[in-house]
Protein backbone atom coordinates (compact mmCIF):
# COMPACT_ATOMS: atom_id res chain seq x y z
CA UNK A 1 0.00 0.00 0.00
CA UNK A 2 1.04 3.45 -1.17
CA UNK A 3 1.46 6.29 1.77
CA UNK A 4 -0.99 9.30 0.52
CA UNK A 5 1.00 11.91 0.91
CA UNK A 6 2.24 15.18 -1.36
CA UNK A 7 4.14 14.31 -3.82
CA UNK A 8 7.00 16.97 -4.24
CA UNK A 9 10.28 16.65 -5.82
CA UNK A 10 13.08 17.84 -3.38
CA UNK A 11 14.89 20.57 -5.44
CA UNK A 12 17.26 23.07 -4.55
CA UNK A 13 15.20 25.51 -5.42
CA UNK A 14 12.87 24.93 -2.43
CA UNK A 15 15.63 26.42 -0.34
CA UNK A 16 15.90 29.96 -1.75
CA UNK A 17 12.08 29.93 -1.61
CA UNK A 18 11.82 28.86 1.93
CA UNK A 19 14.30 31.74 2.54
CA UNK A 20 12.76 34.20 0.51
CA UNK A 21 9.15 33.76 2.22
CA UNK A 22 9.71 33.32 5.46
CA UNK A 23 13.53 34.86 6.15
CA UNK A 24 13.30 37.42 3.35
CA UNK A 25 14.86 40.50 6.06
CA UNK A 26 17.36 38.13 7.06
CA UNK A 27 21.06 39.66 6.32
CA UNK A 28 23.74 37.88 4.07
CA UNK A 29 26.46 40.40 4.59
CA UNK A 30 29.70 39.43 1.57
CA UNK A 31 33.27 41.26 1.75
CA UNK A 32 33.36 42.37 -2.02
CA UNK A 33 36.45 41.64 -4.11
CA UNK A 34 35.93 45.15 -5.20
CA UNK A 35 36.61 46.16 -1.51
CA UNK A 36 34.39 47.38 1.59
CA UNK A 37 31.39 45.10 2.29
CA UNK A 38 28.10 44.17 0.65
CA UNK A 39 24.65 44.06 2.55
CA UNK A 40 21.76 42.81 1.42
CA UNK A 41 19.27 39.72 2.31
CA UNK A 42 17.76 36.74 1.49
CA UNK A 43 14.83 38.47 -0.05
CA UNK A 44 17.17 40.41 -2.37
CA UNK A 45 19.10 37.35 -3.01
CA UNK A 46 16.28 35.25 -3.98
CA UNK A 47 15.48 38.09 -6.34
CA UNK A 48 18.30 38.30 -8.08
CA UNK A 49 18.87 34.45 -8.52
CA UNK A 50 15.54 34.43 -10.55
CA UNK A 51 17.55 37.10 -12.55
CA UNK A 52 20.44 35.40 -13.35
CA UNK A 53 18.11 32.09 -14.05
CA UNK A 54 16.37 33.78 -17.14
CA UNK A 55 20.37 35.34 -18.29
CA UNK A 56 21.75 31.17 -18.06
CA UNK A 57 18.54 30.35 -19.98
CA UNK A 58 19.02 33.33 -22.73
CA UNK A 59 22.71 32.16 -22.85
CA UNK A 60 21.35 29.22 -23.89
CA UNK A 61 22.19 27.11 -20.64
CA UNK A 62 20.23 23.85 -20.84
CA UNK A 63 19.25 20.73 -18.50
CA UNK A 64 22.41 18.93 -17.91
CA UNK A 65 24.43 21.83 -18.89
CA UNK A 66 27.73 22.29 -16.84
CA UNK A 67 28.11 25.93 -15.54
CA UNK A 68 31.58 26.58 -13.99
CA UNK A 69 32.37 28.71 -11.26
CA UNK A 70 35.83 29.78 -10.17
CA UNK A 71 35.32 32.29 -6.87
CA UNK A 72 35.32 32.92 -3.22
CA UNK A 73 32.68 33.36 -0.78
CA UNK A 74 30.57 35.55 -1.81
CA UNK A 75 26.88 36.55 -2.75
CA UNK A 76 27.11 36.30 -6.56
CA UNK A 77 28.63 32.93 -6.17
CA UNK A 78 25.34 32.08 -3.70
CA UNK A 79 23.59 33.59 -6.44
CA UNK A 80 25.33 31.51 -8.59
CA UNK A 81 24.44 28.07 -7.14
CA UNK A 82 20.81 28.66 -6.92
CA UNK A 83 20.41 29.84 -10.75
CA UNK A 84 22.62 27.13 -12.07
CA UNK A 85 20.94 24.12 -10.19
CA UNK A 86 17.57 26.15 -10.55
CA UNK A 87 17.46 26.00 -14.25
CA UNK A 88 18.13 22.03 -14.03
CA UNK A 89 22.38 22.56 -14.53
CA UNK A 90 24.87 21.75 -13.07
CA UNK A 91 27.24 23.91 -10.84
CA UNK A 92 30.85 23.21 -10.92
CA UNK A 93 32.57 24.78 -8.63
CA UNK A 94 36.09 24.68 -9.03
CA UNK A 95 39.29 24.78 -6.90
CA UNK A 96 40.85 27.89 -8.12
CA UNK A 97 44.33 27.04 -5.83
CA UNK A 98 44.71 23.69 -8.14
CA UNK A 99 47.62 24.31 -10.78
CA UNK A 100 46.39 25.79 -13.61
CA UNK A 101 47.02 22.24 -16.05
CA UNK A 102 44.30 20.93 -13.41
CA UNK A 103 41.89 23.34 -13.54
CA UNK A 104 42.31 22.97 -17.71
CA UNK A 105 42.01 19.27 -17.75
CA UNK A 106 38.67 19.50 -15.03
CA UNK A 107 37.02 22.32 -17.04
CA UNK A 108 37.54 20.16 -20.19
CA UNK A 109 36.30 16.52 -18.88
CA UNK A 110 33.35 18.26 -17.00
CA UNK A 111 32.61 20.01 -20.33
CA UNK A 112 31.82 23.21 -18.73
CA UNK A 113 29.54 25.40 -21.16
CA UNK A 114 29.91 28.15 -19.24
CA UNK A 115 32.34 30.03 -16.98
CA UNK A 116 32.15 32.74 -14.48
CA UNK A 117 34.72 33.48 -12.10
CA UNK A 118 35.92 36.29 -9.80
CA UNK A 119 37.90 39.34 -10.60
CA UNK A 120 41.24 37.34 -8.80
CA UNK A 121 40.69 35.23 -11.86
CA UNK A 122 41.04 37.74 -14.96
CA UNK A 123 44.51 36.95 -15.00
CA UNK A 124 44.40 33.02 -14.96
CA UNK A 125 41.22 32.92 -17.46
CA UNK A 126 43.53 34.66 -19.88
CA UNK A 127 46.35 32.38 -19.62
CA UNK A 128 43.87 29.12 -19.82
CA UNK A 129 41.31 30.25 -22.35
CA UNK A 130 43.05 29.17 -25.34
CA UNK A 131 43.20 25.50 -23.54
CA UNK A 132 39.17 25.39 -22.79
CA UNK A 133 37.15 23.51 -25.92
CA UNK A 134 34.53 24.17 -24.41
CA UNK A 135 33.34 27.19 -22.68
CA UNK A 136 31.02 29.48 -24.88
CA UNK A 137 30.69 32.01 -22.96
CA UNK A 138 33.28 33.67 -19.96
CA UNK A 139 31.05 36.07 -17.33
CA UNK A 140 33.13 37.94 -14.93
CA UNK A 141 31.50 38.49 -11.93
CA UNK A 142 31.88 41.75 -11.04
CA UNK A 143 30.14 44.90 -12.54
CA UNK A 144 30.74 46.76 -15.53
CA UNK A 145 33.37 49.30 -14.23
CA UNK A 146 35.77 46.34 -13.22
CA UNK A 147 35.44 44.62 -17.19
CA UNK A 148 38.92 44.52 -18.28
CA UNK A 149 38.89 47.38 -21.32
CA UNK A 150 38.81 46.77 -24.10
CA UNK A 151 36.31 44.10 -24.28
CA UNK A 152 33.27 42.84 -25.94
CA UNK A 153 30.87 40.62 -25.15
CA UNK A 154 32.17 37.69 -27.11
CA UNK A 155 35.53 37.82 -25.06
CA UNK A 156 33.81 38.46 -21.45
CA UNK A 157 30.26 39.09 -20.03
CA UNK A 158 29.83 41.11 -17.29
CA UNK A 159 28.01 39.47 -14.52
CA UNK A 160 25.90 42.82 -13.25
CA UNK A 161 25.20 43.64 -16.82
CA UNK A 162 23.61 40.12 -17.44
CA UNK A 163 21.11 40.22 -13.93
CA UNK A 164 20.02 43.66 -14.53
CA UNK A 165 18.84 43.50 -18.34
CA UNK A 166 16.90 39.99 -17.14
CA UNK A 167 13.28 40.41 -15.35
CA UNK A 168 12.73 38.50 -11.64
CA UNK A 169 9.41 36.97 -12.73
CA UNK A 170 10.48 33.40 -13.33
CA UNK A 171 9.33 30.15 -11.60
CA UNK A 172 11.91 27.77 -10.63
CA UNK A 173 10.95 24.72 -12.99
CA UNK A 174 9.62 21.19 -10.81
CA UNK A 175 12.05 18.39 -11.81
CA UNK A 176 12.86 14.72 -10.91
CA UNK A 177 15.00 14.99 -7.62
CA UNK A 178 17.84 12.60 -8.72
CA UNK A 179 18.69 15.12 -11.30
CA UNK A 180 22.47 16.22 -11.14
CA UNK A 181 22.90 19.46 -9.58
CA UNK A 182 26.13 20.25 -8.44
CA UNK A 183 29.64 18.71 -9.87
CA UNK A 184 33.17 18.96 -7.40
CA UNK A 185 36.34 17.70 -8.26
CA UNK A 186 38.47 16.09 -5.51
CA UNK A 187 42.14 17.31 -5.44
CA UNK A 188 43.14 13.76 -4.62
CA UNK A 189 47.31 13.75 -4.20
CA UNK A 190 47.66 10.78 -7.02
CA UNK A 191 46.02 10.11 -10.42
CA UNK A 192 43.53 12.52 -12.28
CA UNK A 193 41.02 14.61 -10.25
CA UNK A 194 38.05 13.17 -9.71
CA UNK A 195 34.10 14.65 -10.75
CA UNK A 196 31.09 13.96 -7.76
CA UNK A 197 28.04 14.48 -9.02
CA UNK A 198 25.58 15.45 -6.79
CA UNK A 199 21.76 15.85 -7.29
CA UNK A 200 19.28 17.82 -6.07
CA UNK A 201 17.93 15.31 -3.54
CA UNK A 202 21.12 14.23 -2.23
CA UNK A 203 21.81 18.02 -1.76
CA UNK A 204 18.60 18.99 0.18
CA UNK A 205 18.99 15.83 2.24
CA UNK A 206 22.51 16.84 3.37
CA UNK A 207 21.28 20.34 4.00
CA UNK A 208 18.54 18.90 6.29
CA UNK A 209 20.93 16.48 8.19
CA UNK A 210 23.98 18.57 8.45
CA UNK A 211 21.39 21.42 10.09
CA UNK A 212 20.61 19.46 13.01
CA UNK A 213 21.15 20.15 16.41
CA UNK A 214 23.64 17.44 16.73
CA UNK A 215 24.95 17.97 13.39
CA UNK A 216 26.29 21.91 12.67
CA UNK A 217 23.60 23.15 14.29
CA UNK A 218 22.08 25.54 11.74
CA UNK A 219 19.01 27.95 13.30
CA UNK A 220 17.82 31.01 12.16
CA UNK A 221 19.38 32.02 15.88
CA UNK A 222 22.65 31.63 14.28
CA UNK A 223 24.93 34.06 12.44
CA UNK A 224 27.36 31.34 10.21
CA UNK A 225 30.75 32.11 8.88
CA UNK A 226 31.68 29.72 6.46
CA UNK A 227 35.06 30.22 6.04
CA UNK A 228 35.64 26.65 4.05
CA UNK A 229 35.66 28.22 0.69
CA UNK A 230 32.69 27.58 -1.67
CA UNK A 231 34.57 25.87 -4.16
CA UNK A 232 35.30 23.19 -1.90
CA UNK A 233 32.30 20.93 -1.18
CA UNK A 234 29.78 23.62 -1.43
CA UNK A 235 31.22 25.12 1.65
CA UNK A 236 30.00 22.11 3.62
CA UNK A 237 26.63 22.55 2.24
CA UNK A 238 26.32 25.84 4.31
CA UNK A 239 25.02 27.88 1.52
CA UNK A 240 22.31 25.35 1.25
CA UNK A 241 21.36 24.70 4.96
CA UNK A 242 21.41 28.46 6.34
CA UNK A 243 19.11 29.23 3.33
CA UNK A 244 16.93 26.50 4.65
CA UNK A 245 16.75 27.47 8.63
CA UNK A 246 17.25 31.71 7.42
CA UNK A 247 20.38 32.07 9.25
CA UNK A 248 22.14 35.26 8.63
CA UNK A 249 25.25 34.41 6.37
CA UNK A 250 28.61 36.07 6.67
CA UNK A 251 31.16 35.38 3.80
CA UNK A 252 34.31 36.57 4.01
CA UNK A 253 35.32 36.59 0.29
CA UNK A 254 38.92 36.28 -0.77
CA UNK A 255 40.27 37.47 2.64
CA UNK A 256 40.83 34.64 4.46
CA UNK A 257 43.41 35.84 6.83
CA UNK A 258 43.42 36.36 10.66
CA UNK A 259 42.87 40.31 10.65
CA UNK A 260 40.44 40.18 7.77
CA UNK A 261 38.59 37.18 9.74
CA UNK A 262 38.71 38.36 13.40
CA UNK A 263 37.22 41.88 12.30
CA UNK A 264 34.11 40.40 10.36
CA UNK A 265 33.55 37.93 13.04
CA UNK A 266 33.40 41.13 15.32
CA UNK A 267 31.74 43.17 13.82
CA UNK A 268 28.96 41.04 12.68
CA UNK A 269 28.62 39.35 15.64
CA UNK A 270 29.41 35.75 13.81
CA UNK A 271 27.52 32.76 16.44
CA UNK A 272 29.09 29.91 14.46
CA UNK A 273 32.24 29.63 11.87
CA UNK A 274 33.18 26.69 10.28
CA UNK A 275 36.53 25.70 8.40
CA UNK A 276 39.89 23.50 8.67
CA UNK A 277 42.50 23.91 11.50
CA UNK A 278 44.95 26.07 9.47
CA UNK A 279 42.54 28.74 10.48
CA UNK A 280 41.62 28.05 13.63
CA UNK A 281 45.50 28.05 14.78
CA UNK A 282 46.04 31.39 12.33
CA UNK A 283 43.25 33.07 14.06
CA UNK A 284 43.80 32.10 18.06
CA UNK A 285 47.95 33.20 17.20
CA UNK A 286 46.49 36.53 16.06
CA UNK A 287 44.53 36.99 19.16
CA UNK A 288 47.24 36.00 21.24
CA UNK A 289 49.96 38.04 19.58
CA UNK A 290 47.22 41.14 19.91
CA UNK A 291 45.56 40.35 23.34
CA UNK A 292 42.18 39.90 21.79
CA UNK A 293 38.87 37.75 22.82
CA UNK A 294 36.65 36.19 20.59
CA UNK A 295 33.42 37.24 21.84
CA UNK A 296 30.32 36.74 20.16
CA UNK A 297 31.62 32.96 18.48
CA UNK A 298 30.03 30.25 20.82
CA UNK A 299 31.33 27.38 18.16
CA UNK A 300 33.69 26.44 15.64
CA UNK A 301 33.00 23.51 13.24
CA UNK A 302 36.53 22.32 12.68
CA UNK A 303 37.20 19.45 9.80
CA UNK A 304 39.14 18.57 6.77
CA UNK A 305 42.12 17.46 9.06
CA UNK A 306 42.23 16.44 12.35
CA UNK A 307 41.31 19.43 15.48
CA UNK A 308 44.65 19.11 17.81
CA UNK A 309 44.30 19.48 21.11
CA UNK A 310 45.99 22.07 22.06
CA UNK A 311 43.54 24.01 19.71
CA UNK A 312 40.22 22.60 21.18
CA UNK A 313 41.72 23.93 24.83
CA UNK A 314 42.77 27.64 23.05
CA UNK A 315 39.10 27.84 21.79
CA UNK A 316 37.53 26.60 24.98
CA UNK A 317 39.36 29.51 27.27
CA UNK A 318 37.45 32.12 24.29
CA UNK A 319 34.82 30.27 25.60
CA UNK A 320 34.04 28.69 22.01
CA UNK A 321 33.19 24.99 21.73
CA UNK A 322 35.06 23.40 18.98
CA UNK A 323 32.80 20.57 17.04
CA UNK A 324 34.81 18.30 14.74
CA UNK A 325 33.76 17.79 11.73
CA UNK A 326 34.85 14.50 9.42
CA UNK A 327 33.92 14.03 5.88
CA UNK A 328 34.75 14.06 2.59
CA UNK A 329 33.88 15.73 -0.90
CA UNK A 330 32.33 12.13 -1.59
CA UNK A 331 29.82 12.79 1.58
CA UNK A 332 28.25 16.30 0.06
CA UNK A 333 30.43 15.93 2.76
CA UNK A 334 29.35 15.65 6.26
CA UNK A 335 29.65 12.28 8.06
CA UNK A 336 30.19 12.66 11.84
CA UNK A 337 30.87 15.28 14.14
CA UNK A 338 31.94 15.35 17.70
CA UNK A 339 28.59 16.19 19.60
CA UNK A 340 28.34 14.72 22.80
CA UNK A 341 25.28 13.09 24.04
CA UNK A 342 23.56 13.12 27.17
CA UNK A 343 25.12 10.96 29.53
CA UNK A 344 28.61 13.03 28.98
CA UNK A 345 27.03 15.95 30.30
CA UNK A 346 29.42 15.85 32.96
CA UNK A 347 32.61 15.46 31.74
CA UNK A 348 35.81 17.32 32.98
CA UNK A 349 37.36 19.80 30.71
CA UNK A 350 40.09 17.76 30.01
CA UNK A 351 37.60 14.51 29.59
CA UNK A 352 35.43 16.79 27.17
CA UNK A 353 38.48 17.73 25.10
CA UNK A 354 39.47 14.12 24.65
CA UNK A 355 36.18 13.64 23.24
CA UNK A 356 36.06 16.23 20.55
CA UNK A 357 39.58 14.88 19.51
CA UNK A 358 37.38 12.26 18.30
CA UNK A 359 36.43 12.65 14.32
CA UNK A 360 32.48 11.97 16.16
CA UNK A 361 29.43 9.65 15.39
CA UNK A 362 27.52 9.30 12.32
CA UNK A 363 24.65 12.68 12.02
CA UNK A 364 21.48 10.32 10.85
CA UNK A 365 21.73 9.37 7.13
CA UNK A 366 25.21 8.29 7.58
CA UNK A 367 26.55 4.37 8.36
CA UNK A 368 29.58 4.14 9.06
CA UNK A 369 31.71 0.78 9.76
CA UNK A 370 35.42 -0.36 9.67
CA UNK A 371 37.01 -3.65 8.46
CA UNK A 372 40.03 -5.03 8.02
CA UNK A 373 42.18 -6.02 4.71
CA UNK A 374 40.50 -8.77 3.90
CA UNK A 375 36.57 -6.64 4.00
CA UNK A 376 35.70 -8.51 7.28
CA UNK A 377 33.94 -6.16 9.91
CA UNK A 378 35.76 -5.29 13.03
CA UNK A 379 34.46 -4.71 16.57
CA UNK A 380 33.73 -0.92 17.70
CA UNK A 381 35.24 -1.19 20.75
CA UNK A 382 37.56 1.67 20.57
CA UNK A 383 40.01 -0.28 19.95
CA UNK A 384 40.30 -2.38 16.84
CA UNK A 385 40.78 0.18 13.73
CA UNK A 386 40.33 -0.38 10.13
CA UNK A 387 39.85 0.78 6.66
CA UNK A 388 36.62 2.90 7.22
CA UNK A 389 33.20 2.35 4.94
CA UNK A 390 30.43 4.46 4.33
CA UNK A 391 27.22 4.45 2.51
CA UNK A 392 24.18 6.73 3.22
CA UNK A 393 22.39 8.85 0.90
CA UNK A 394 24.64 11.53 0.31
CA UNK A 395 27.16 9.21 -0.52
CA UNK A 396 28.76 9.08 -4.00
CA UNK A 397 27.90 6.07 -5.96
CA UNK A 398 29.92 6.52 -8.70
CA UNK A 399 32.50 8.91 -9.87
CA UNK A 400 31.58 11.51 -12.89
CA UNK A 401 32.24 10.06 -16.38
CA UNK A 402 34.03 6.78 -14.56
CA UNK A 403 32.13 4.18 -17.03
CA UNK A 404 33.90 1.56 -14.93
CA UNK A 405 32.59 -0.33 -11.62
CA UNK A 406 34.01 2.06 -8.59
CA UNK A 407 36.84 -0.06 -7.04
CA UNK A 408 36.15 2.68 -4.62
CA UNK A 409 32.88 0.57 -3.66
CA UNK A 410 32.32 -2.51 -2.33
CA UNK A 411 30.36 -5.62 -3.59
CA UNK A 412 27.52 -5.44 -0.93
CA UNK A 413 27.17 -1.43 -1.69
CA UNK A 414 30.11 0.44 1.49
CA UNK A 415 32.18 3.39 -0.10
CA UNK A 416 35.79 2.65 0.98
CA UNK A 417 37.04 6.25 2.43
CA UNK A 418 40.58 5.63 2.27
CA UNK A 419 40.92 6.61 6.29
CA UNK A 420 41.96 4.22 8.89
CA UNK A 421 39.95 4.70 12.41
CA UNK A 422 38.55 2.83 15.40
CA UNK A 423 35.19 3.02 16.31
CA UNK A 424 34.00 3.15 20.23
CA UNK A 425 30.83 1.88 21.62
CA UNK A 426 29.16 4.61 21.38
CA UNK A 427 29.24 5.01 17.89
CA UNK A 428 32.67 7.82 18.27
CA UNK A 429 35.27 7.37 15.56
CA UNK A 430 38.05 8.38 15.30
CA UNK A 431 40.56 8.71 12.80
CA UNK A 432 44.47 6.62 12.93
CA UNK A 433 45.37 7.61 9.60
CA UNK A 434 45.32 7.43 5.83
CA UNK A 435 45.45 3.95 4.66
CA UNK A 436 48.69 5.34 2.63
CA UNK A 437 49.55 7.04 5.22
CA UNK A 438 49.95 4.63 8.45
CA UNK A 439 53.35 3.95 9.92
CA UNK A 440 54.20 0.61 10.85
CA UNK A 441 56.67 -0.28 13.39
CA UNK A 442 57.60 -4.05 13.47
CA UNK A 443 53.82 -4.54 12.40
CA UNK A 444 51.98 -2.64 14.69
CA UNK A 445 50.57 0.68 13.75
CA UNK A 446 51.12 3.88 14.80
CA UNK A 447 49.28 6.74 14.26
CA UNK A 448 51.04 9.87 12.99
CA UNK A 449 47.65 11.57 14.18
CA UNK A 450 48.03 11.58 17.41
CA UNK A 451 52.13 12.00 17.04
CA UNK A 452 51.28 15.20 14.89
CA UNK A 453 48.45 16.70 17.17
CA UNK A 454 51.12 16.15 20.24
CA UNK A 455 53.78 18.18 18.71
CA UNK A 456 51.93 20.90 17.72
CA UNK A 457 50.74 21.29 21.15
CA UNK A 458 54.57 22.39 22.11
CA UNK A 459 54.62 26.87 22.80
CA UNK A 460 56.96 26.93 19.43
CA UNK A 461 55.78 24.72 16.88
CA UNK A 462 53.39 25.54 14.21
CA UNK A 463 52.68 23.03 11.87
CA UNK A 464 53.89 18.90 12.39
CA UNK A 465 54.01 16.16 9.82
CA UNK A 466 54.79 11.97 10.79
CA UNK A 467 55.98 10.15 8.11
CA UNK A 468 57.24 6.47 8.20
CA UNK A 469 61.01 6.07 7.50
CA UNK A 470 62.42 2.38 6.34
CA UNK A 471 64.41 1.36 9.23
CA UNK A 472 66.75 -1.70 9.59
CA UNK A 473 65.13 -3.48 12.56
CA UNK A 474 61.26 -2.49 12.61
CA UNK A 475 60.60 -1.90 8.86
CA UNK A 476 59.43 1.57 9.64
CA UNK A 477 60.05 4.31 12.78
CA UNK A 478 57.83 7.69 12.43
CA UNK A 479 59.93 10.87 11.80
CA UNK A 480 58.85 14.29 12.86
CA UNK A 481 58.93 16.65 10.55
CA UNK A 482 58.24 19.97 11.77
CA UNK A 483 58.20 24.22 10.88
CA UNK A 484 58.25 26.65 13.97
CA UNK A 485 56.46 29.54 14.87
CA UNK A 486 57.86 32.62 13.29
CA UNK A 487 60.98 33.75 16.08
CA UNK A 488 60.31 30.53 18.03
CA UNK A 489 63.55 28.14 18.96
CA UNK A 490 63.27 24.36 19.93
CA UNK A 491 66.02 21.86 19.97
CA UNK A 492 65.62 18.34 18.62
CA UNK A 493 65.97 16.86 22.13
CA UNK A 494 63.27 19.07 23.45
CA UNK A 495 61.20 18.88 20.88
CA UNK A 496 61.28 14.81 21.39
CA UNK A 497 61.00 14.80 24.97
CA UNK A 498 57.47 16.65 24.47
CA UNK A 499 55.98 13.36 23.93
CA UNK A 500 57.05 11.76 27.19
CA UNK A 501 54.14 10.69 29.21
CA UNK A 502 51.95 11.04 26.25
CA UNK A 503 52.03 8.38 24.37
CA UNK A 504 53.30 4.77 24.56
CA UNK A 505 57.38 5.05 24.69
CA UNK A 506 57.61 3.23 21.48
CA UNK A 507 55.79 5.30 19.07
CA UNK A 508 57.57 8.42 20.25
CA UNK A 509 59.53 9.49 16.78
CA UNK A 510 63.11 8.39 16.48
CA UNK A 511 64.04 11.91 15.01
CA UNK A 512 62.62 15.42 14.65
CA UNK A 513 63.40 17.56 11.51
CA UNK A 514 63.01 21.19 11.73
CA UNK A 515 61.82 22.86 7.98
CA UNK A 516 60.66 25.83 6.79
CA UNK A 517 57.67 25.11 5.33
CA UNK A 518 55.69 21.58 4.77
CA UNK A 519 54.43 20.99 1.56
CA UNK A 520 49.95 21.27 0.92
CA UNK A 521 47.83 20.54 -1.55
CA UNK A 522 45.53 23.11 -3.04
CA UNK A 523 43.16 22.42 -0.25
CA UNK A 524 45.59 23.19 2.42
CA UNK A 525 45.64 19.26 3.26
CA UNK A 526 49.25 18.52 4.21
CA UNK A 527 50.82 16.06 1.20
CA UNK A 528 52.18 13.10 3.08
CA UNK A 529 53.58 11.83 -0.41
CA UNK A 530 55.46 14.95 -1.65
CA UNK A 531 56.94 14.69 1.89
CA UNK A 532 57.82 11.10 1.99
CA UNK A 533 59.28 12.27 -1.46
CA UNK A 534 61.88 14.89 0.11
CA UNK A 535 62.79 12.65 2.79
CA UNK A 536 63.63 9.24 0.59
CA UNK A 537 67.12 9.98 1.19
CA UNK A 538 66.94 10.73 5.05
CA UNK A 539 69.04 8.56 6.99
CA UNK A 540 68.31 7.36 11.10
CA UNK A 541 70.80 9.29 12.86
CA UNK A 542 72.25 6.33 14.67
CA UNK A 543 71.75 3.71 11.66
P1 LIG B 1 38.30 16.02 0.98
O1 LIG B 1 37.46 15.15 0.14
O2 LIG B 1 39.30 16.82 0.22
O3 LIG B 1 37.46 16.90 1.87
O4 LIG B 1 39.16 15.09 1.92
C1 LIG B 1 38.56 14.11 2.74
C2 LIG B 1 39.58 13.55 3.68
O5 LIG B 1 40.03 14.55 4.60
C3 LIG B 1 39.06 12.44 4.57
O6 LIG B 1 39.03 11.21 3.91
C4 LIG B 1 40.05 12.48 5.72
O7 LIG B 1 41.24 11.81 5.40
C5 LIG B 1 40.34 13.96 5.85
N1 LIG B 1 39.51 14.54 6.90
C6 LIG B 1 38.35 15.21 6.77
N2 LIG B 1 37.89 15.61 7.98
C7 LIG B 1 38.79 15.19 8.89
C8 LIG B 1 38.89 15.28 10.32
N3 LIG B 1 37.99 15.92 11.07
N4 LIG B 1 39.96 14.69 10.92
C9 LIG B 1 40.90 14.03 10.20
N5 LIG B 1 40.86 13.93 8.86
C10 LIG B 1 39.82 14.48 8.21
Known sequence: MRGQMMEQPLLISSLIRHAEAYHGDTAIVSRALEGGIHRYTWGEAAVRARQLANALLGLGVGPGDRVGTLAWNGYRHLEAYYAISGVEAVCHTINPRLFAEQIVYIINHAEDRVLMFDLTFLPLIAQIRPQLTTVRHFVLMSDREHLPRPVSNDEVLCYEDLVASHSDSFEWPAFDEDT????????????SPKGVLYSHRSTVLHALASSLPDSLHVSAES????????FHVNGWGLPYSCAMNGAKLVLPGAKMDAVNLFELIESEEVTMAAGVPTIWLMLLQHCEQNHLRIRSLKRVIVGGAAA???????????????????????????????TPKFHHRDLDREAMCRLHMRQGRPIYGVDIRIVDDGGLPLPHD?????????????????????????????ADGWFNTGDVSTIDPDGYMKITDRTKDVIKSGGEWISSIDLENIMVGHPAVAEAAAIGIEHPKWDERPLMVVVLKPGAAAAREELLAFFGGKIAKWWTPDDVVIVNELPHTATGKLQKMRLREMFRDYRWPQA
Open 308 to 338: PESMIEQLAEHGVELRQLWGMTELSPCGTTS
Open 223 to 230: CIMPVVPM
Open 180 to 191: AAGLCYTSGTTG
Open 382 to 410: GKAFGNLQVRGPWVLAQYFRQEAASPAHT
